[in-house]
């Protein structure tokens, strides 16, 4: 009923940049904040960064500075703007958005599929 599919990932030399994209499809009556997770092997995942619907934007400190959120709401779509990436931003990177699928429903999480990011020499 609803999807998030993510688009973006590959490979890149450190000190490269890539930029993330994810969009949000189906049975959607309104998104409150989107973000970006990731998980490395063996790691749990973790936050990286979100933004609200009005524009507020919050990122962890290993990216703080490198990395920037942002979205366009007519398009249901969240950007992830990576620059300066380091061997260890390698990671799955996934999508998630609070999502609304009727009016006066409540807010429930959903996420996308991943997209891996890599960056090597």
């Known amino acids: 009923q609803v999807q998030l599919v993510e688009s973006g990932g590959g490979l890149v030399q450190p000190g490269g940049s890539l930029r993330l994209s994810c969009v949000a499809s189906g049975s959607i009556f309104s998104i409150s904040t989107m973000g970006w997770y990731r998980q490395s092997p063996g790691k749990q995942r973790e936050f990286v960064a979100t933004?609200?619907?009005?524009?507020?934007?919050n990122y962890a400190d290993s990216v703080q500075g490198r990395f920037t959120i942002s979205r366009d709401n007519a398009k249901k779509t969240v950007y992830l703007q990576m620059s300066s990436l380091k061997p260890e931003d390698t990671a799955v990177y996934y999508c998630?958005?609070?999502?609304?699928?009727?009016?006066?429903?409540?807010?429930?999480?959903?996420w996308g599929q991943g997209t891996q990011v890599t960056v090597s020499s």
């Open positions: 933004i609200t619907s009005v524009g507020t934007t």
């Open positions: 998630n958005a609070e999502v609304r699928m009727y009016f006066g429903g409540a807010y429930s999480p959903r």
